[in-house]
């Protein structure tokens, strides 16, 4: 069964959250984000102030709308894995791939434009609150799809084990992504370069991926 495309309507809906957002992000950049008000970016996206409170509560929401595509991003990951591959090993795959193609997710690029974003997104407090909601939505849906993968482990095997393991479980996962892609953007934000720093990354991903895989032993 494929995916029914988007009628006219929501079309037209996407194009107007994309217009704000690029409106707001703009302004954004070149003043800062406190320096811009509402009005102002309701005039560069040419709609009225009632119309953009439709689409965005908070100017946050403004300059983070370019992330939620990647909200569900692991959840959709593991629901399309091949048959024989296990929600880990697609995670680290997909991440992996991801660095090699210098996917700014994964904090590992360079591009002007990139980098511009990211000290925005890092270098303002609210939005740096704001992107904790994204988080968590993160893994909530990440928890959500593992919990209909059947567990190994038959001392998981209730339902109550089952939806705590599948928690605790994404939870570890996006933080772990989130902490190798803030190293990264630490790393390109004072200087290196993508490529320099590729190998190291993908070393430091492997490592990580690899503490996943075996819990919190080295601790315990």
Known sequence: MTDTPPGLRERKRQRTYQAISDAAITLFL??????????????????????????????????????????DEAARVVAARGRDVTPLTALEEHFLAGLAARDPVTGLSDAPEVLAFHRLLYGTPSLVARLQSYTARSEEALAAELATVPPSDTGHATAGHRELTARLA????????????TQNWSRISQGASADSLYEPARDAATHAFGLLRTGLRPYA
């Open 170 to 181: 994404a939870g570890q996962i996006v933080a772990t992504q989130r902490v190798l892609a």
């Open 30 to 71: 070149e003043r800062g984000f406190t320096a811009v008000s509402v009005s102002e970016i309701a005039e560069a996206a040419e709609v009225s102030k009632p119309t953009l409170f439709r689409y965005f509560p908070a100017k946050e929401d403004m300059a983070l709308y370019r992330l939620a595509d990647h909200e």
